[in-house]
């Protein structure tokens, strides 16, 4: 183990590091430099799809290792420009970001129709593109919370995009129209060639229950999950498990929701975090399709967040880490830094599966 990785975990050292996982690990299609044919040789992906993968899984520090350092920068519209970018007034320049995604090492660049548009004949040959095609337009008002299509899939393969990438809150509302349009347009990348990417949210208000947030619990982003699967994203993103219950809490008082079973709690799961995001693996088919867990938000220990979150994918059996504010919301020397901390993780060979 590097002094460095430790020093990141620092109390959660011998806690996070000598875990032994609840479900084996040889139930689980690990990462690993042959991973492709492992897994995708044999689907129904035609071999255009294989070749954008492999583009995909090949490129930057982690190239054939199995493993995905993926720099996201769809928040312009997420999270408005301004809130997003004011840290760093850089990022408002579509080839920053493809830069700092060059510069960190990065298998592959996502953000929006936009952003790739704009410099694609600069880059689309350098570093593999991602168009995230749906969003949620924060100008409504009051705010109306659905993802909504921004462009096309031709468009995506017209740019030169090795993958589409498209959210769905599952859960909500909207998730049925979500579910429809998602499943229709990876149908139609996959036939271009192209890879897919699903950012698997949750939505409801139902998920809050007795002042306990469940949008991040274990059972019901693994279900979230098990339906990205289903609809044949190639990679699912998923933000990491940190509670479980969610289905047992939305049930109590009488209430009728989903289907559970408590082996799912006590047999499969615990509340160790490692355990947690082992069941979200789980639910991407056993990790034929490879969970990538979000860095999260940007905070006062953005390097450790983001090396702990890193150990608990990898040790889980995860595929890697998808990190967007904690990178371009400070000085891009900075950012590359940040992203190599995570990529140092997975290019640790100490740091082995649970």
């Not at 350092?69 to 493809?98: C, K, R, W």
């Not at 036939?191 to 208000?205: D, I, P």
């Not at 990529?343 to 649970?354: R, S, W």
Request: net charge negative; proline share 3%; hydrophobic share 35%.
């Amino acid at each position: 183990m590097t002094t460095t990785v430790q020093n990141y975990l620092k109390s959660d050292t011998d806690d996070l590091l000598g875990h032994k996982a609840k479900v084996s690990s040889d139930l689980l299609h690990l990462p690993g430099s042959d991973f492709l044919d492992r897994t995708w040789k044999n689907s129904d992906r035609n071999p255009q799809v294989l070749r954008n993968l492999a583009a995909i899984y090949g490129h930057g520090r982690l190239g054939g290792t199995g493993y995905l350092s993926i720099l996201p920068v769809d928040q312009g519209i997420e999270h408005s420009g301004g809130a997003s970018f004011t840290p760093n007034p850089l990022y408002f320049d579509p080839s920053n970001i493809v830069d700092l995604a060059i510069e960190g090492g990065c298998n592959a660049v996502a953000t929006t129709y936009g952003v790739l548009g704009s410099v694609a004949r600069d880059y689309a040959h350098k570093i593999p593109f991602i168009v995230k095609i749906n969003h949620n337009e924060l100008v409504t008002s009051p705010n109306n919370f659905d993802q909504i299509m921004f462009g096309t899939v031709e468009e995506a393969w017209n740019l030169g995009a090795a993958a589409v990438g498209a959210t769905i809150y599952f859960g909500s509302e909207e998730s049925n129209r979500q579910i429809q349009e998602v499943a229709h347009a990876f149908a139609m990348a996959h036939e271009l060639g192209m890879a897919t990417v699903l950012w698997c949210y949750l939505r409801n208000s139902d998920f809050k229950v007795g002042g306990t947030d469940y949008h991040a619990a274990a059972d019901l982003t693994g279900q979230a999950n098990h339906l990205g699967v289903t609809i044949e994203a190639d990679i699912i993103k998923q933000k990491l498990a940190t509670n479980n219950g969610g289905f047992v809490a939305i049930n109590e008082g009488g209430a009728s929701y989903g289907k559970y079973t408590q082996g799912m709690y006590d047999e499969l799961c615990s509340d160790h975090p490692i355990d947690l995001c082992r069941y979200q693996v789980l639910n991407c088919y056993s990790g034929r399709a490879g969970l990538i867990n979000s860095g999260g938000a940007s905070g006062d220990d953005d390097f450790g967040q983001a090396v702990r979150t890193a150990v608990i994918n990898k040790r889980a059996g995860g595929s890697g880490l998808i990190s967007g504010r904690k990178a371009f919301q400070r000085p891009m020397a900075e950012g590359v830094e940040l992203l190599n901390a995570i990529q140092d993780v997975y290019l640790d060979e100490t740091v082995t599966i649970a």
